[in-house]
């Protein structure tokens, strides 16, 4: 069966401008995660999406949302991008929301900010 | 704080020789505790849940353990497809269940 699929895979954006990413999780699977991960923070989480409903938030400023369409698919949006938003974003998807158990993992999105 | 900490940060190892890479936590509440492998430009692919002290599992050349304050990743004579970097995460009980992740271990296994 098809993978978690993230586009784009990469983009480059100057700081200011928005950005809005794309996570189309397995077939089947309504729970989805996004994370940041950078080389010296690790991977950091996002918010979290179960039918449509924002389950759980991590520690981002406003300028990170996200939302869940019913069909699973899911977008996060960073507005007023800064140059320290320049990360792998990650998404993930699960059949049950808040466990990471066996969660799968999409290949990413290189968002460069400059 | 809950925390997560992972070591060694690199390890270099020959192929056929064993090791093991550690997972500490200090955790509120710990509801299981996962182990992943991400291999460059890709995202992480789940390895295993452990979720009770003295709980093991196995996989191919890989073992995970769990204790009350950290987890191993026993790496049994392990192969160049085997280099890759490895991520403890922690679940939190609680009503704010979140996950907690380690920076990772990065593994290279020479031939």
């Known amino acids: 069966k098809a993978g978690v699929t993230q586009t784009p895979r990469y983009l480059i954006k100057t700081r200011g401008q928005q950005v809005t990413l794309s996570c189309s999780p397995i077939?089947?699977?309504?729970?989805v995660s996004w994370y940041q991960q950078t080389p010296g923070q690790g991977l950091q989480f996002l918010f979290e999406?179960?039918?449509?409903?924002?389950?759980n938030k991590g520690n981002f400023p406003g300028r990170f949302s996200g939302r869940q369409f019913s069909n699973s698919r899911s977008e996060m949006n960073v507005s007023t991008l800064e140059l320290g938003d320049s990360a792998l974003y990650l998404c993930?998807?699960?059949?049950?929301?808040?466990?990471?158990?066996?969660?799968?993992f999409g290949q990413g999105t290189r968002l460069t900010v400059v | 704080e809950d925390q997560v900490t992972q070591s060694p940060e690199a390890l270099r190892l020959q192929e056929g020789e064993s090791s093991s890479l550690n997972c500490s936590y200090t955790v509120s509440g710990l509801r299981g505790l996962f182990w992943y492998r991400q291999d460059p430009g890709k995202g992480p692919e789940f390895l295993f849940t452990l979720y009770s002290a003295g709980e093991e599992k196995e996989k191919e050349r890989l073992k995970a353990t769990l204790t009350k304050k950290e987890s191993f990743l026993h790496i049994t004579a392990p192969k160049p497809e085997d280099s890759a970097t490895y991520l403890c995460a922690v679940g939190i009980a609680g009503n704010n269940r979140k996950l907690i992740w380690g920076l990772g271990t990065s593994l290279a296994v020479n031939p």
């Open positions: 993930a998807s699960s059949l049950s929301p808040g466990d990471g158990a066996e969660a799968f």
């Open positions: 999406y179960f039918s449509e409903t924002q389950r």
């Open positions: 077939s089947g699977h309504r729970s």
